[in-house]
């Protein structure tokens, strides 16, 4: 697929978005078969909560699980993009963010192919970077530059973005949209800066990649 049409253009590279990408039916799809996920199998962390899908990524190796068929139908359809070159996406995982939760500044590491996709569903979310140190902190915290983030809309990060920049999402109940967010003319629909955005509702994303370490030993789960 050429992404031309895709790139934003105005952060460091490389950034695709792609509004639209799910239909609002699978959508609606996605979140249900989310909503009827066993409580068990959700990880709750301090400002979210998450589910692995593929295996639990480890330095030491994944052990493989079986992707739900509902699942593995957006994971192809990732798949049949090309953007993880000669490998495909073997993991997801599902985060969910309520009004006011976010995600510190972190990169997603050497446990992963170094290309990042995400869908996501049920409202929108700014996306915020900061230039990675050495060390591996945020460069002071400095927010660079911003992505607003549709429902419904693929995001893919690699290059240069993936390995030197932090991203994080604010803790925050409403988004400002301001001059720093890089995507507008990308977007579905218009916006004027200055405005603020409706006020946060539950987001789920399903955070697509390949973890290139795995065991041959797979496990189905129903």
């Excluded at 934003?8 to 792609?18: A, L, Q, S």
Aim: net charge neutral.
């Amino acid at each position: 697929m050429d992404f031309t049409d895709f790139e934003v253009r105005k952060c460091p590279p490389t950034v695709m978005y792609i509004p639209n990408f799910i239909t609002s039916d699978q959508e609606s799809s996605i979140l249900s078969h989310i909503e009827r996920t066993p409580k068990p199998r959700w990880t709750q962390l301090l400002n979210r909560r998450l589910v692995n899908y593929g295996g639990i990524p480890h330095p030491n190796g994944m052990i493989a699980e079986e992707i739900p068929e509902w699942l593995q139908s957006y994971v192809d359809k990732v798949n049949n993009l090309g953007i993880f070159e000669s490998q495909k996406a073997n993991h997801v995982l599902v985060n969910e963010y309520l009004p006011g939760q976010g995600i510190l500044p972190h990169t997603d590491g050497p446990l992963f192919y170094p290309i990042i996709s995400t869908i996501s569903c049920g409202a929108h979310t700014v996306l915020e970077f900061t230039k990675r140190e050495t060390t591996g902190e945020a460069n002071d915290g400095v927010v660079v530059f911003k992505l607003l983030l549709e429902p419904r809309s693929l995001l893919i990060l690699k290059d240069t973005l993936y390995s030197d920049y932090m991203h994080a999402i604010s803790e925050i109940n409403e988004d400002t949209l301001c001059d720093r967010i890089c995507n507008y003319n990308l977007c579905e629909n218009t916006y004027k800066i200055g405005d603020h955005l409706v006020r946060r509702a539950p987001r789920i994303s399903l955070t697509i990649r390949n973890v290139p370490k795995t065991s041959k030993m797979k496990l189905k789960f129903c």
